[in-house]
């Protein structure tokens, strides 16, 4: 599983890999409005990771680190979804890779500063989707979890 974490959208994807083969599973964005109070913000990533790791039979997940922006309080909106979503995945018992961007972008483009496109574009060559993954949040989750998959040990893939 991949996770793009943010308190507005999450995007995660889960991939199934066969030795060095990608496919997709499942992806889509896990969304939250100004509407509800933060906290149940925070728990509706929780609950909704958590369901997934269940209902996909996760192993593993990627999750991009902390981008550390020129506004403090996105930073720390955006460390609490993360947490929120990490605290999921931890309470599966899964390992979890945290990544940089940087180092998920060269995972799957082979270059660090690639563009939003780029990565959506390898995404898609990589997984063999029909058209690019429908948005950013998804396209950056299907690349986390490509890279968290491709550092496990080729024994470790199914």
């Known amino acids: 599983m991949g996770l793009d974490p943010g308190i507005a959208a999450t995007g995660y994807g889960v991939v199934v890999t066969q030795g060095s083969r990608f496919g997709v599973l499942a992806h889509g964005v896990i969304r939250t409005t100004t509407r509800q109070t933060h906290v149940a913000r925070l728990a509706v990533i929780h609950e909704t990771v958590g369901r997934l790791v269940e209902e996909h039979g996760v192993e593993g997940a990627g999750v991009e680190e902390v981008y550390v922006g020129p506004d403090p309080r996105s930073t720390m909106l955006l460390g609490q979804a993360r947490g929120a979503a990490l605290a999921a995945l931890g309470a ?67």
Do not use: S
């Open 92 to 158: 599966a018992g899964l390992e979890v890779g945290e990544y940089a961007v940087a180092t998920i972008k060269n995972a799957v483009c082979g270059y660090g500063r690639a563009d939003k496109l780029q990565v959506a574009r390898m995404v898609r060559a990589i997984l063999a989707l029909d058209g690019d993954p429908p948005n950013e949040h998804v396209a950056d989750a299907l690349a986390a979890a490509i890279c968290h998959a491709q550092r496990l040990p080729i024994g470790g893939r199914r």
